[in-house]
């Protein structure tokens, strides 16, 4: 099952993606923007990278219990990642904790892209739902944030296709 990462693009952008594509230049025009993928492999790594981030814009918001690259996450459900916030009882108290979870088949992408992934689950901490206010924050930690989700539904696409241009 084929998945529409560019649905919700208006018709002229979907035939250029398209046309570019049948033209076999998709890959390329993604490696001249980015040419390399980050180095990132590790949870470890991931937490630390994503915490450089919230603590630079977000400072005060909820903390995070855990990030990590998961392998159970699939591309077609959550594109952009998964953010869950988990509310426990232990006892009589309410114990909650908010958790980030970046699909592992997204451990060999560029920075750009991951960076747009974890500003944009940083961005629920603060903002549930997929409105102005949400984009608008995304937008405030990244400023390059509707590019770089446009190109990784591009690379979502190819790597569907399995034409995927990082994976040599």
Do not use: W
């Not at 603590?55 to 909820?62: F, G, K, M, P, T």
């Not at 995070?64 to 159970?72: E, L, N, P, R």
């Not at 206010?133 to 591009?154: G, N, S, T, V, W």
Request: net charge positive.
């Amino acid at each position: 099952m084929a998945v529409d990462y560019l649905g919700h693009y208006s018709p002229d952008i979907q035939a250029q993606v398209a046309q570019l594509r049948q033209q076999g230049k998709l890959g390329a025009y993604l490696l001249k923007r980015h040419p390399q993928v980050h180095q990132i492999r590790s949870d470890r790594a991931l937490y630390d990278y994503t915490m450089a981030i919230k603590n630079q814009y977000l400072r005060q918001s909820s903390p995070i219990a855990k990030v990590c690259f998961d392998d159970k996450i699939t591309l077609s459900h959550h594109a952009l990642g998964l953010h869950t916030y988990a509310a426990r009882r232990q006892g009589n108290k309410l114990k909650s904790k908010n958790e980030i979870r970046i699909s592992s088949k997204l451990k060999y992408v560029p920075e750009g892209f991951l960076r747009m992934l974890v500003v944009h689950e940083l961005a629920h901490l603060r903002e549930k739902e997929h409105n102005k206010a949400f984009y608008k924050l995304c937008q405030y930690m990244e400023p390059d944030y509707h590019q770089l989700e446009f190109e990784l539904r591009i690379y979502l696409t190819l790597a569907d296709a399995g034409e995927d241009p990082y994976q040599g």
